[in-house]
């Protein structure tokens, strides 16, 4: 029998108190208390330290949606087929997530913390197509201001995040389970109608 990664009852731990608290107020000695674990310097032990937690937890999130993307992206031939592949992985992995979940909660905690900025934008060499979809959504609206366009992209990152950390909120409050596929559909036509509005004025957000 294989032996249990003793990593992943402190990762689970720490997206928990992470998604309910916020990063920057729960000690690593929390974590590893609330995985059962005795030793309180084992976030030190496993990842290194308080950054190398976070970003297992991040590459945990990217290794779960990557090859979705991948294969949605393959075959995308629009606009909405590359929002799509951005964001149906995304909320499919949600759905894959034992309830109930902490794991968009955790996202947006990390979107949101100054000092997980960088590791949110990191990544991007083991794990590129979320990138690439960007880009080549950002090449299908050249007509667009750029300025314009980077704004609704960063707008974008926040509606999708916040989105997807109320509704986990809020399933976990009503306890019936989330309705990630039709939350998904509805994502991707509200981000492909923000992506292609009419400009009336140029705004950099």
Known sequence: MPRPDARVPLLDAAERLFAERGIATVSDRQVAEAAGNSNHSAVRYYFGGRTGL????????????????????????????????????????????????????FLRQALSDPTTTDLMRAGTGRFPTSGRIVVSAAER????????????????VHLITTACAEIEERAQVSGEPPRWRDAGTFLCDAVGGLLQAPVTAAFHV
Request: net charge negative.
């Open 54 to 105: 976070v970003e297992a937890l991040l590459e945990r999130h990217r290794a779960a949606v990557e090859p979705a993307q991948q294969q949605m992206f393959a075959e995308s031939d629009s606009l909405l087929g590359d929002v799509r592949a951005l964001v149906i992985p995304l909320t499919d992995s949600f759905a894959e997530l034992p309830t109930p979940s902490w794991r968009a909660r």
């Open 141 to 156: 609206l050249a007509h667009l201001d750029r300025g314009v366009v980077e704004g609704r992209a960063r707008l974008t």
